[in-house]
């Protein structure tokens, strides 16, 4: 067996230098950033870019270093959020949330364009905000809170408290995921916070109080059985998961929700710790205009990783389209193993194109259990991190973090997150990781990065486009003007129209037979009658053949 290991490291390294990849430690946890302050961890949870720097979450679960697991600092709690500046500094510790909040299962950026009235802004607020709840066994009071920074007074945090009540067991109050979304009746635009099994709160803009957010007091659903894993919008509509069931808001002045979708067919009873459903994302839908979600069944600790896609109906409700077992995949990339379990989409998946092969892929991240640990193993899972690739024709492909990994390296087991590089002069994606699953750990978060040369991109200006692609628009926000980038992959009609938050069309800015090849538009932020339209939101909606995609865009005045 030790030929067929070292045959497929062989094989994982002559692939790697015929791509010409470079992978590179970013974080290794353990160290002291520059103004001399512990930076440690079990696990990198999340990855945000935010005003031209990267951030991450990092989890203290079963750290040694935790004054809960051991430590004696008190200073070493559950939580802290790092920060690079550019890609050739050093992280820092921005935000330590102290020894009673646990892990930062929420840092996300938002852009708030109205306030709590509905009114527009002069400007847009741009938000960076982490999410936690604290456990503090020695009062058994306990408080679900979200954190905003003012990137203007040095970063210093706002604390906000959504939901506060007593110590109990399970996942009442892990918080996973915020949304900010607008109310399409009422116009409003609303935060959902997802509080455990306390259900899902909503929050508004307001300037008048700390932090600029305002929480309300009562959920707008709740309680459920099974902390939410998951908020997204599709069809400019609200969904998020909770156990084997989606709900679906119902929009107005006192929203509701409906079940839309159930797994109950394939599992009645879930646990609580695994999820259920998890990483629920919207993806194009890839036989119609509209919007389908993609999504991870792990209901139990036989899970193996199974990708569903729900195409939306005429109906309002959705088709489910199995597409493929992840532990099968693993199986196939670890000859002669067998996969008992198998636990993924910590986050959404993650939408990424390649910069080589211009083709678009969904990131999934992703921990197997081995059953004869031929491989590399950390207490019975695969020690490296393998990354789950998703194309637009619904095929799978795994890749391995710095490539495969060997007996004596330090074990990577999960990755948990994933972004692309916010420096300008920086083609990179960075990952983030490992996962204690309830092992005593210390030190051993990580955060790598894969970057590509200036000669493989030129080399790549050769290629023919494969894929339909729509890029951000830049600048963004814009005055007064802004380009719309997209690649055609194929000759067809193309319609582009900008909508505004309501759905109202704004503006056609094309609508004709066009030949394959890279293409851009111009936006002078003029409706369909020339006049200049207000400060706000607005949706560039490109539809071409089988394929469309919608980017947000803002415009300042």
């Known amino acids: 067996m030790g030929t067929v290991i070292s045959n497929f490291i062989l094989i994982g390294v002559l692939f790697s230098s015929l791509i010409a990849q470079e992978w590179e430690q970013s974080y290794s946890a353990g160290g002291f950033d520059d103004n001399g302050i512990f930076m440690g961890g079990s696990e990198a949870l999340h990855l945000v870019t935010h005003k031209n720097m990267l951030f991450a979450s990092i989890g203290y679960w079963q750290d040694g270093n935790n004054f809960w697991y051991g430590g004696e600092d008190l200073n070493i709690g559950w939580s802290q959020i790092i920060c690079l500046e550019n890609k050739d500094a050093n992280w820092q510790v921005d935000f330590d949330l102290g020894y009673n909040f646990v892990r930062p299962e929420i840092l996300k950026q938002v852009i708030f364009t109205k306030d709590n009235n509905g009114n527009a802004l002069d400007f847009p607020d741009t938000m960076l905000i982490v999410g936690s709840y604290s456990a503090n066994f020695l009062s058994g009071i306990v408080n679900a809170s979200i954190f905003v920074r003012d990137d203007e007074s040095n970063g210093s945090w706002t604390q906000i408290i959504v939901h506060q009540g007593y110590f109990s067991s399970n996942e009442s109050y892990s918080m996973r995921d915020i949304e900010l979304y607008t109310d399409q009746i009422t116009g409003i635009e609303n935060l959902l916070i997802s509080v455990g099994t306390q259900g899902i709160y909503s929050g508004k803009y307001n300037p008048n109080v700390d932090g600029n957010i305002e929480i309300g007091l009562v959920p707008e659903v709740g309680p459920l059985g099974i902390r939410p894993l998951g908020i997204t919008v599709a069809n400019d509509q609200l969904y998020f998961s909770s156990g084997n069931k989606i709900f679906k808001r119902n929009d107005g002045p006192e929203p509701d929700y409906d079940v839309v979708h159930d797994f109950n067919d394939l599992n009645s009873y879930i646990d609580p710790a695994v999820g259920g459903i998890r990483g629920l994302t919207t993806i194009p839908n890839p036989f119609g205009l509209d919007e389908s979600m993609l999504l991870m069944w792990c209901p139990n600790g036989q899970s193996k990783g199974t990708i569903f896609r729900l195409d939306h109906t005429d109906t309002q409700e959705f088709d489910r389209v199995y597409e493929t077992k992840i532990s099968l995949l693993v199986e196939d990339h670890l000859p002669g193993e067998t996969v008992n379990y198998l ?38 899972f695969y020690s490296g991190g393998i990354i789950v690739k998703r194309d637009n024709n619904g095929q799978y492909g795994l890749e391995e973090i710095n490539d495969a990994i060997g007996f004596d390296d330090i074990p990577l087991v999960s990755v948990r997150c994933y972004v692309e590089s916010p420096f300008e002069d920086e083609n990179a994606i960075y990952f983030g990781g490992f996962d204690p699953n309830g092992h005593p750990s210390i030190n051993n978060a990580w955060i ?104 947000k865009m803002i415009f300042l005045k």
């Not at 993650?350 to 992703?366: A, E, K, W």
């Not at 080399?459 to 890029?471: A, C, D, G, H, S």
């Open 343 to 380: 636990l993924g989409a910590y986050n959404e998946f993650y939408l990424f194109t390649d910069p080589i092969t211009q083709i678009d892929h969904y990131l999934i991240g992703i921990e197997s259990l081995l059953q004869e640990n031929i491989y590399p193993s950390w207490n019975g």
């Open 448 to 551: 790598y990065k894969k970057t590509w040369n200036v000669s493989d991109l030129e080399i790549n200006e050769k290629r023919p486009l494969v894929n339909f692609k729509v890029y951000d628009n830049y600048p963004n926000p814009f005055n007064p003007i802004t380009q719309i980038r997209y690649d055609l992959p194929k000759e067809g009609m193309v319609s582009i129209i900008i909508y505004d938050v309501l759905g109202r069309k704004i503006r056609s800015l094309l609508n004709e037979r066009l030949q394959a090849g890279s293409k851009s538009v111009h936006w002078d932020a003029t409706n369909s009658s020339g006049e200049t339209v207000s400060s706000g939101v607005y949706y560039c909606r490109i539809v071409s053949s089988k394929f469309s995609q919608t980017k």
